[in-house]
Structure formats: C-alpha cells, structure tokens
C-alpha cells in the first residue's frame, strides 16, 4: 500500500529503471548509453546514437551500413501524412509542433502491422520528413523528397532547403542531436513510457510525447533566446539588455535548470560544436559566436546578482539557439527539431518499458466533497 503523501510534479519519484541515459545534476555530468556526452556527442553519426540506444552497444562498420539503409528505407511518409502535414502548413495558426503531432499520429497509415521495433524505426526514419515537409509548404514552396544517399542529419537539412548542406552543418546538427537525444524521465519520455506501459502501440505513444514535448515549459526556449542574441548583436550591449529584463521581472531564457545545479553538461558540447561551426563555415558569423559567449558571461553575473544563491546557469536551450540559427534551421523549427532527435530516446524507452513492462499507475490524493446525496434535476437551485 501507498501512503498519500502527495509528491508534487513527480519531483525525485523514481519510476523505472533505465540503461539509456544518466544525469548526475550536481556534477553536471551527463551519460548517454554509459559514454560521456562531450565524447559522443561531438563524434558518432546519429544512426549511431540510434543504435546505441537500442542495442546497448556502439555497431560495427556493418551493421551501421544496414542501420542506416534501414532507416534510410523509411523516410518517405504516405500520401495521407502529407496531406495532413500540408493542411497544418497552409494553417497559420499550426505550429511546426502541431505539424509534427499530426504527421506522427499519421505514420500508423505507413506499416501493415503493430511492431514495436519497426515502428520504433519508422518514426525514428520520418520524423525529419514531417518537419521539413512542414517547412517546406509553410514557406510557400513544395516538400522535397527524401534522399537515401545522405545520412540522417544531412538528409534533414536537405529537405528543408533543396540544397546539399555543407560538412560543418551536418556535423554541427549531428552534435545537436546526439547531445538531446535522450535525458532521464523527462516529462515528454515518461509520457511515452506511460502510454507504452498500456502495451498500446509505438505511433501512439510518440505521438502523446510530442503533444508533451510542445509544451512551453519542456521544449520552448531556444526560440527567444535567438531573439535576444539578434537584438544584443545589434546593439553590443548585453549587459543593459538582460537588465532590462530582469528589471522587468523577467526571466533570462537559457539559464536555470530544474536538475542542474551547475553549467548543464550539454550547453559546454553545443559552445564547442557552435565554435567549431562558426570558425569552420564560410556562410557562419564569428562575431555572432562572440556575441554569444559575451551575452552568456553577462547574464550569468547578472543572476548571481539578482539571484544570489539559486545556481542559475547556461543551459541547453542557450546554445541550442546559437547551433541551430549558424547551421540553418529556421526560428519555427526549433522545437521540432528537438523531437527529430528526442524521438531516438522515445523510442528506445518505449522498447525499454516493454521489455520488462508494468503498467504506470501511481495514485491521487482526494480532495473532494464526500457523503453527498443525489439530488434530481427539478429539486437544483
Ligand atoms: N532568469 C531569472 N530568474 C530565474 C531564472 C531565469 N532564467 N530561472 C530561475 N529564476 C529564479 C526564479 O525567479 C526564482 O526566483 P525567486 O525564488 O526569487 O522567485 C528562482 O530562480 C528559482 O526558480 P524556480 O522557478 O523555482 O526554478 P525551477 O527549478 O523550477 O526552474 C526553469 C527551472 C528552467 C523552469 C527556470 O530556470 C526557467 O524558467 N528558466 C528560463 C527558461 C529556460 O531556459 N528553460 C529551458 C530549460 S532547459
């Protein structure tokens, strides 16, 4: 038996036990399929992540070969999809994450049978499809089709500008990707792992944790931390922007971290990867990249200042804004970007959950009136 003590927000419930990611908040130390990030992210392709995580172990050449065919095999979506995919476009008021809500929901009109392993791989292939397709429409033009050749990260940006990407841009969205692909129990994971716990399908459950994932709590910052780095570009001051905002009683996105208490581990990969991107590139802008590491510097003294002891630091949303603006995706395609990796980790949870699976069920605290009488609708005041 339970007690009722209530544990708001679920804050430090342990639920399940996983082997795909670890986060040690006060070290800042961050584990993806027992490597540390700054080694992974920065270096393997993210089929390999992929396959990391569903298999426990990094592939050999070969298998990593048949992976990426594999998946490569799975990208376009069906008819149906895009359609559906094409209305939320032609919407104004669909954002991408509505887009990406729709076409995952769509992709079960893609496979004959429930499998959780192929669907796992379907969604994994399409993803980027739907977001790009998404793009595409929205911005007037028409959904570009999917190339097997390329891998995974290029074939993404690909679809979203008809144009073959540069190596520095792939490398740079590949270390985004493999850098958020999975982070404990957040709320958009255990979404998914609740709803595969009901043993229902793998569309399903993905589908709930991009409806999580749309959230402006879990996934919606890196679009206005773009803002305040294009408008201190502009006017070189960083420090009299961010206090304004925080004489305003606003916050600084990018800082703060419900479990770290330090520089989150991912924030240092993405810096790196968007040094490497803005020195490497010949259409990136070094001193968008100073501005950057200026406007960090300013706002963590400045929370020390306004905050004094609550640890606010960079987190990942700061840099995320930083890579993805210098390697080309667009402002409204954040936070779908982020499912277009997130969704590695989804899957590998669900397939995880199942392996040994118990259904999620935790329990409320009533808080309700008790002994009432039923009362006919003629005798209501
Ligand atoms: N800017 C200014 N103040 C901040 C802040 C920020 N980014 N983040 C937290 N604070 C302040 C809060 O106002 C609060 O101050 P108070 O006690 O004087 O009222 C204190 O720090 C603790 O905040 P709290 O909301 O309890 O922390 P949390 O752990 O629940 O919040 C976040 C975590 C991420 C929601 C929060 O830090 C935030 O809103 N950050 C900005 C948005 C962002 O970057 N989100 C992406 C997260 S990956």
Redo the contacts with the bound molecule.
Sequence with gaps: MGTDELREGLENVVVAETRLSRIDGEAGELLIGGYPLEELAPNATFEETAFLLRNDRLPTADELDEFRERLASLRSIPDAALDAVRAAAEDESESAMDALRIGAASLSLARDDEDPEADSLLLVAAFPTIVAAYWRVRSGGEPVDPRPDLSHAANYLYMLTGEEPSEAEVRGLETYLNAVVDHGLNASTFTARTIASTESDLVSAITGAVGALKGP?HGG?PGPVLETLLDVHESGDAESYLRQQ?DAGE????????VYRVRDPRAAVLSDAAERFYAADSSGDEAFFETALETEEAAVDL?AE??PG?D?ET???FYTAVLLHGVGVPRELFSATFGVARVGGWTAHCLEQLEDNRLIRPRSSYVGATGREWTPIEARE
């Design positions: 709590l910052a925080l916050r600084l996105m990018g800082f703060g971290h419900r929370l306004y905050k609550r606010l987190n990942v949303e």
